[in-house]
């Protein structure tokens, strides 16, 4: 069975540009949240998102967006891009409480 | 690959030996806990969980401990080998909360 997939694996952008990462869940999974890891940090929470609602959101910028859609598939978009937005984007799906993580999109902005 | 924690603190253990690595967790009310293992430039990797009405849960070569006295958590992973070597976080959780916060992370080295 496929796990969670994220793409793209690795993208580079410049300053004041916008991005979208995509993720798609474990089939059978609802839930999907997204994570931003920074170099030497554990991940920290950004959106949850179950059946297309939002039902958390961590302390990011208005910047940072989400959404999901009907596949359960979500994409996380974030405008107007800082260098210290540069991160490892982790996406994880779940079913009831267990969480598992996608192996997460690299985001270097110069 | 991109390392990830590189000022982690770090556990130097022998190839054979056991391994323990602790968390100390924040929120009273988490009553969820999950260790993840981290591998340089991969997303985390799901080792075992544990529940707050527990104290102790034990997986293949790993098990997890939990002290809500002192609110602890601890990761024991037997006769450790080389591929053990990676980044491991805990994360806590309120029962069906919106979002796991995880620990600062430790390095486990595995020497031959």
């Known amino acids: 069975d496929a796990g969670v997939t994220q793409s793209p694996t690795h993208l580079i952008k410049t300053r004041g540009q916008q991005v979208t990462l995509r993720c798609s869940p474990i089939?059978?999974?609802?839930?999907v949240s997204w994570y931003q890891q920074v170099l030497g940090q554990g991940p920290q929470f950004i959106f949850q998102?179950?059946?297309?609602?939002?039902?958390g959101r961590g302390n990011f910028p208005d910047r940072f967006s989400a959404r999901q859609f009907p596949n359960y598939s979500s994409e996380l978009n974030v405008n107007a891009l800082l260098l210290g937005d540069s991160a490892l984007y982790l996406c994880?799906?779940?079913?009831?409480?267990?969480?598992?993580f996608g192996p997460g999109t690299r985001l270097t902005v110069t | 690959g991109e390392s990830v924690g590189l000022h982690l603190p770090t556990l130097s253990v022998q190839e054979g030996d056991n391994s323990i690595i602790n968390c100390a967790y924040s929120?009273?009310?988490?009553?969820?806990f999950i260790w993840y293992k981290q591998e340089s430039g991969k997303g985390p990797q799901f080792i075992i969980d544990?529940?707050?009405?527990?104290d102790k849960r034990q997986g293949q070569r790993v098990t997890v401990l939990l002290n809500k006295t002192v609110k602890h958590l601890s990761l024991q992973i037997a006769a450790t080998q080389p591929g053990d070597s990676a980044v491991y976080f805990c994360?806590?959780?309120?029962?069906?909360?919106?979002?796991?916060?995880f620990g600062p992370g430790t390095r486990l080295s595995v020497l031959p």
């Open positions: 998102y179950y059946e297309k609602e939002e039902r």
């Open positions: 544990i529940r707050s009405n527990m």
């Open positions: 089939s059978g999974h609802k839930s």
């Open positions: 929120n009273s009310a988490s009553d969820y």
């Open positions: 994360a806590e959780n309120e029962y069906y909360g919106q979002n796991f916060v």
């Open positions: 994880a799906s779940s079913s009831g409480n267990e969480q598992y």
